[in-house]
């Protein structure tokens, strides 16, 4: 009976429901292994930065299908930052490089979307440096005309 429960419990996508809300782990999964389900679930015209940090407006014709990470590649570090409606991934490249995506719940539809989109590209602004080092960006205090503090711990 108890499998049987579990497989009602479902959205219409086949996502697992946590709670009456669809698990984000599970859409996350189907998100980069499905591409029709990728488009359906990105909100588009989605907004982001393209790969020169320069503002940019993605629409369905332009965007390009995303792939999963490969997260055994010591190149990578990925970054998450979770609230219940709103989750925050940062993607660090090699120390140097950043894409970062949001993804909010839509309450009514009760499901997950992709909101924003900054493909990978090399930090412009102080604070996005200091997400490169994993640091917060509150606490970068380096003025963006000034060499990197040599001695971060954190490097």
Not at 99 to 127: C, F, G, I, V
Request: proline share 5%; glycine share 4%.
């Amino acid at each position: 009976m108890l499998g049987t429960w579990s497989a009602c419990n479902t959205s219409s996508s086949g996502i697992p429901m946590v709670d009456g809300r669809e698990d984000f782990e599970a859409f996350y999964t189907k998100f980069y292994e499905d591409s029709i389900f990728q488009y359906q679930r990105t909100e588009f015209p989605l907004s982001g930065l393209d790969s020169e940090g320069k503002p940019k407006v993605w629409m369905e014709e332009n965007w390009v299908v995303q792939k999963p990470l490969n997260l055994d590649d010591k190149d990578i570090q990925r970054i998450v930052e979770a609230q219940p409606e709103f989750i925050r991934e940062r993607v660090i490249f090699q120390n140097a490089f950043l894409a970062e995506r949001y993804y909010s719940y839509d309450t009514q539809n009760k499901r997950w979307m992709l909101t924003y989109y900054a493909d990978m590209h090399l930090p412009q602004t102080t604070a996005e440096r200091s997400s490169t080092r994993g640091g917060a960006a509150e606490s970068d205090s380096i003025p963006s005309d000034q060499p990197e503090n040599i001695n971060n711990e954190n490097e």
